[in-house]
């Protein structure tokens, strides 16, 4: 692996040290600054299906706001309603304790 890097390094002119630091500056995760999020996406970072988050913002479960003709969920309200249900399982075990 090393020689294929430094063939590569090689053939760009640049040493291996920079060559590396270029990949991992290109491929670090972005971070997300968007504070609303689509039913799609919002549902993908809770790790649950499409049709479940749908379910969560009709009952208001999940806070959601109207932008024109769009349906957003603020990044908070997904903080706001994991908070809760983890507050409601600890309530439920200590009562079962």
Same mark, same amino acid.
């Given at each position: 692996?090393?020689?294929?890097?430094?063939?590569?390094?090689?053939?760009?002119? &640049?040493t291996q040290?920079? #060559?590396?630091d270029a &990949?991992? @500056?290109?491929?670090?995760?972005?971070?997300?600054?968007?504070?609303?999020?689509?039913? /799609? /996406?919002?549902?993908?970072? #809770?790790?649950?299906?499409?049709?479940?988050?749908?379910?969560? &913002?009709?009952?208001?479960?999940? @806070?959601?706001?109207?932008?024109?003709?769009?349906?957003?969920?603020?990044?908070?309200?997904?903080?706001?309603? &994991?908070?809760?249900?983890?507050?409601?399982?600890?309530?439920?075990?200590?009562?079962?304790?």
């Amino acid at each position: 692996m090393s020689a294929l890097l430094a063939r590569f390094a090689d053939l760009l002119g &640049v040493t291996q040290q920079e #060559l590396l630091d270029a &990949v991992q @500056e290109h491929t670090a995760p972005q971070q997300d600054t968007r504070v609303a999020l689509t039913v /799609e /996406e919002a549902a993908r970072r #809770l790790g649950v299906g499409r049709t479940t988050m749908y379910a969560l &913002v009709a009952s208001g479960e999940v @806070e959601s706001v109207q932008i024109g003709r769009l349906r957003r969920v603020p990044v908070r309200a997904l903080d706001s309603y &994991v908070n809760a249900r983890t507050q409601a399982s600890a309530s439920t075990v200590a009562l079962a304790a």
